[in-house]
């Protein structure tokens, strides 16, 4: 079963998953087990606790599901482009991968860390309140990161967000590798087919949820699709 609410920590959001138990919504209970289980690209970076460990989630640039038996998960999802200030690393050394929180702080402050969160009657807000403590000793993120993001999410083009923030092609793909992981085009893709997924989800149809997210055509959704998730809209949906 899966939960999740906004977090204290400005543009986060914190989320649990147990294993069993009814889905908690009909969004969670469409599509495949597969599509249910697994994790979609969405520009962030997780911090992640299960049953003693801590880990990192980087961001995706494919669907990721996780191996092993089922366990209990809590996780603080970070804004688009803000992970890295707080945990420390750039976010394209992680691109694509778990890595245990041990590989990025030292051990003993976090196997201190997984105790306490082990020991709390509420493991997720335990863990929030890890990531609220890092987050108030570490650098804030760059505002323009925001800029970025909201831009592209409003469907701007690369070349005209780079523009209008003043930064030219070269300097904002710098940035976006060490903010998100990967380049503004790459980011861009993956915020345009979360539009579209969010839309198809609720309803709308195939085609029309392909224009309004910024897809040339329906075709060209269901190519993004199977490249980024490897996946199909109907098995993503519970939709023909």
Same mark, same amino acid.
């Given at each position: 079963?899966?939960?999740?609410?906004?977090?204290?920590?400005?543009?986060?959001?914190?989320?649990?998953?147990?294993?069993?138990?009814?889905?908690?919504?009909?969004?969670?209970?469409?599509?495949?087990?597969?599509?249910?289980?697994?994790?979609?690209?969405?520009?962030?970076?997780?911090?992640?606790?299960?049953?003693?460990?801590?880990?990192?989630?980087?961001?995706?640039?494919?669907?990721?599901?996780?191996?092993?038996?089922?366990?209990?998960?809590?996780?603080?999802?970070?804004?688009?482009?803000?992970?890295? @200030?707080?945990?420390?690393?750039?976010?394209?050394?992680?691109?694509?991968?778990?890595?245990?929180?041990?590989?990025?702080?030292?051990?003993?402050?976090?196997?201190?860390?997984?105790?306490?969160?082990?020991?709390?009657?509420?493991?997720?807000?335990?863990?929030?309140?890890?990531?609220?403590?890092?987050?108030?000793?570490?650098?804030?993120?760059?505002? #323009?990161?925001?800029?970025?993001?909201?831009?592209?999410?409003?469907?701007?083009?690369?070349?005209?967000?780079?523009?209008?923030?003043?930064?030219?092609?070269?300097? #904002?793909?710098?940035?976006?590798?060490?903010?998100?992981?990967?380049?503004?085009?790459?980011? @861009?893709?993956?915020?345009?087919?979360?539009?579209? #997924?969010?839309?198809?989800?609720?309803?709308?149809?195939?085609?029309? @949820?392909?224009?309004?997210? /910024?897809?040339?055509?329906?075709?060209?959704? @269901?190519?993004?699709?199977?490249?980024?998730?490897?996946?199909?809209? /109907?098995?993503?949906?519970?939709?023909?």
């Amino acid at each position: 079963m899966y939960a999740e609410r906004a977090s204290r920590l400005p543009g986060a959001v914190v989320w649990s998953r147990a294993p069993g138990g009814p889905a908690p919504d009909a969004d969670a209970a469409r599509g495949s087990e597969r599509a249910r289980s697994a994790v979609l690209p969405d520009g962030c970076m997780d911090l992640l606790w299960t049953e003693g460990r801590l880990l990192v989630a980087g961001p995706d640039t494919r669907s990721h599901v996780p191996e092993g038996p089922p366990r209990r998960w809590a996780g603080v999802r970070f804004h688009p482009g803000t992970a890295p @200030a707080y945990l420390g690393v750039p976010a394209h050394e992680l691109r694509d991968r778990r890595v245990e929180l041990t590989d990025l702080w030292p051990a003993a402050e976090v196997r201190r860390l997984a105790a306490r969160i082990d020991a709390a009657a509420d493991p997720v807000l335990a863990l929030e309140e890890v990531a609220l403590l890092r987050a108030a000793q570490a650098p804030p993120p760059d505002p #323009l990161l925001r800029e970025v993001v909201a831009a592209l999410e409003a469907g701007r083009p690369v070349a005209e967000t780079a523009d209008r923030l003043g930064l030219g092609a070269r300097r #904002l793909h710098r940035r976006s590798l060490t903010a998100f992981g990967y380049g503004p085009k790459t980011l @861009a893709r993956i915020l345009r087919l979360q539009r579209a #997924l969010a839309l198809a989800r609720d309803d709308e149809p195939f085609a029309v @949820a392909a224009l309004r997210a /910024g897809f040339a055509d329906q075709a060209h959704l @269901a190519r993004d699709v199977r490249e980024l998730t490897g996946m199909t809209l /109907g098995e993503l949906t519970g939709r023909r």
